[in-house]
């Protein structure tokens, strides 16, 4: 079965079920099994009276799968294959890597690319994603990212954004990397930077860690410089840049903690509700609740984060499965 498929897949005759089927059957096996299975393929060649794949072959495959791909490290062939079985196992690996790529290589890609990708997070969930050009994201929680895999890595890479995310770019000359927020609109080649912009909220920002990068509103087109901090009322599209040398007051839900600066108590309970999954209300008279909140807050611990509040805002806390009531 594996022999058949790789002969459709040299030939470019692999539909989009069989490239599934194929990646079901090479996921699971080791390299001692995927070996034997590449000896039995190579056999079935010379019986057939097929020749050795040819050098050119073995550069085109290597040029698709992993320059174009931007794939840097593949598995080391076994020194007892012959030609033949070392260009099916660097095709394998490529496959299991980079499928959203091999797609497009078919003439049936399109049914297969007709849907986005999406990566989500819900309530005091985070999760970091790699996207096909090896590019990561360290998405926090109730953030979205989703991208067109029949686009990506091609001549541009574009995907759409809302929530908060940590972003580590890998550099393309070729490809210009964008990231659409909601009005907002990030350009950038290769850098690290840190994006806040959840639809609820009048105000983004974005903290460029490492590298350059434009930001453009409908109203503003800015480049923004390491250390440098820019904060975007979406509203009117207004951009105002400064620079900054706290990184970690930027970034502190990475290391485990909900940064504030200037809250009212009503937002900073949305976001605890929204980080540990909880409905948090408040039982009392607003006018008696003053002063907004600057610091830090653990994000994974639910009961120094409710002591945090407590403290500062002399209240009690009362928890009831999963509703949280605060009270003078």
Avoid at 302 to 311: D, K, R, V
Wanted: negative net charge; aromatic residues 8%.
């Amino acid at each position: 079965m594996l022999s058949e498929l790789l002969n459709k897949y040299r030939n470019d005759r692999l539909t989009p079920d069989e490239l599934t089927q194929m990646r079901r059957i090479i996921e699971p096996l080791d390299d001692e099994e995927l070996a034997t299975l590449l000896d039995e393929y190579e056999q079935d060649f010379a019986t057939a009276g097929e020749a050795d794949l040819t050098e050119e072959t073995i550069r085109r495959i290597r040029k698709h799968c992993f320059e174009e791909a931007g794939l840097t490290k593949q598995r080391q062939p076994m020194r007892w294959l012959r030609p033949a079985a070392w260009a099916a196992a660097a095709i394998i690996p490529a496959l299991i890597a980079v499928s959203a790529y091999l797609f497009m290589q078919n003439n049936d890609y399109r049914r297969m690319t007709e849907a986005d990708i999406t990566v989500m997070t819900g309530e005091g969930e985070r999760v970091t994603t790699i996207l096909p050009d090896g590019s990561k994201v360290e998405l926090n929680y109730m953030s979205e990212l989703s991208y067109s895999p029949s686009t990506f890595n091609m001549t541009q890479r574009r995907i759409r954004f809302s929530g908060e995310g940590f972003f580590t770019v890998t550099r393309n000359e070729t490809a210009t990397f964008t990231v659409d927020a909601s009005g907002l609109e990030v350009i950038v080649r290769g850098t690290t930077f840190n994006l806040h912009v959840r639809q609820d909220e009048e105000l983004a920002s974005l903290y460029l860690d490492k590298g350059c990068v434009d930001l453009r509103t409908s109203q503003q087109n800015v480049r923004l410089t390491p250390g440098q901090l820019a904060s975007v009322n979406r509203t009117t599209g207004r951009i105002d840049v400064t620079d900054t040398s706290e990184a970690l007051e930027q970034t502190a839900w990475r290391t485990g903690f909900l940064r504030f600066n200037n809250r009212p108590i009503d937002k900073v309970i949305n976001v605890l509700s929204s980080n540990y999954g909880y409905r948090i209300s408040l039982e009392a008279d607003s006018a008696e609740i003053t002063g907004r909140f600057t610091g830090h807050i653990p994000a994974n611990n639910l009961n120094e984060a409710l002591g945090i509040l407590e403290y500062a805002y002399h209240l009690k806390a009362h928890i009831d499965g999963r509703t949280i009531t605060l009270t003078k």
